[in-house]
């Protein structure tokens, strides 16, 4: 009698299900937050996981504003970005990036953790902050997502 052999799911573009999420930011960690949204981007909380397909669903981060840290990070944490031109560095701190524009905080916290090949980039284009709680992604009908093993950031 021969061995059954098991064969490896390998999910098909058909196979995608993708859904809408939406996050309230409003007092959680940046970096607790920054990795469960990085988790759904990857869609790692799907049965048809693999590392070398685009599973992920969309995710909608409100408030990201009020996006919360601790200790002095609101000081002493810098945002670099290069012109591309000599002398051209420039940088802002979490404060003034947060007045500024507070979409690119969750952005780069966010874009940190996910693959850096063509694969992370087009993973990054289904994460959508907005600074406050409106959002134009009502009639995707997403579903909240409550972070209940997440402590709130006192400020």
Not at 35 to 47: E, T, W
Not at 63 to 82: D, L
């Amino acid at each position: 009698m021969k061995p059954k052999l098991q064969t490896t799911f390998t999910p098909k573009p058909g196979d995608i299900d993708r859904k809408w999420w939406v996050v309230d930011a409003s007092g959680v960690p940046l970096g607790r937050l920054a990795s469960k949204v990085a988790f759904l981007l990857r869609g790692k909380h799907k049965p048809t996981f693999a590392p070398h397909f685009d599973g992920g669903d969309f995710v909608i981060v409100i408030n990201s504003a009020e996006i919360g840290v601790t200790g002095k990070k609101e000081q002493s944490k810098r945002y670099y970005r290069h012109s591309g031109f000599p002398g051209g560095l420039s940088e802002l701190s979490l404060a003034e990036l947060r007045s500024s524009n507070p979409e690119r905080i969750i952005e780069s916290a966010v874009k940190g953790m996910l693959p850096k090949n063509r694969i992370g980039r087009k993973m990054i284009g289904r994460l959508k902050p907005y600074p406050g709680i409106e959002h134009p992604h009502t009639s995707q009908r997403p579903e909240a997502l409550v972070f209940s093993d997440v402590r709130q950031v006192v400020s």
